[in-house]
């Protein structure tokens, strides 16, 4: 029995910190909500680069704001859940560096457009951070897959004429 809690006061002790990665994680500008490029001009400023891409117009800001991870705070308490509360130390850390990280340095916000102006799909550069656990979306997972089928489907085309 003294065991079981000394066991339980040592996952309260490494918990301490509570969600307070979580809340770090989630706090700062939310990047949804804002469908045309008037409202990112407004929110960012001038964009870095505008590219045109099979007629899809992809637009780079580049921001030194906090950006909210929508999905922080879930992460954070299944992560301190699953683990007793033993990662919420190494989970704070993670979120504070990355935070320190990208407001000293900057970050590129990305917003891709379709050719009538609506707003498909944004994501945030995660690729700069020294340590990058960051996923890729599902809608950038399901568009490189389309395009490399598209590339193998041409490459086939060009080597097989009918």
């Known amino acids: 029995m ?12 490494f918990s301490s910190t ?5 809340i770090i994680a ?9 469908e045309t490029r008037e409202e990112l001009d407004a929110c960012f400023g001038e964009p870095r680069k505008v590219e045109e891409i099979d007629g899809e117009v992809k637009v780079t800001y580049v ?21 007793l509360g033993l990662s919420e130390p190494l989970n704070l850390m993670f979120t504070s560096g990355s935070f320190t990280f990208y407001t000293i340095t900057g970050r590129e916000v990305t917003y891709i457009f379709d050719k009538q102006g609506r707003l498909i799909e944004y994501s945030p550069d995660h690729s700069r951070l020294p340590f990058n656990f960051q ?20 490459e086939l085309e060009s080597q097989f004429p009918y």
């Open 2 to 13: 003294k065991r079981i809690l000394s066991l339980l006061v040592a996952c309260v002790c």
């Open 63 to 83: 921001t030194r704001k906090k950006i909210a991870d929508p999905h922080g705070m879930t992460d954070a308490f299944l992560g301190a859940v699953i683990t």
């Open 135 to 154: 996923r890729e979306s599902y809608l950038s997972a399901r568009r490189r897959e389309e395009r490399e089928k598209q590339e193998r489907e041409e």
């Open 18 to 22: 509570g969600c307070l990665s979580g």
């Open 26 to 34: 989630e706090s700062g500008k939310h990047l949804s909500g804002r």
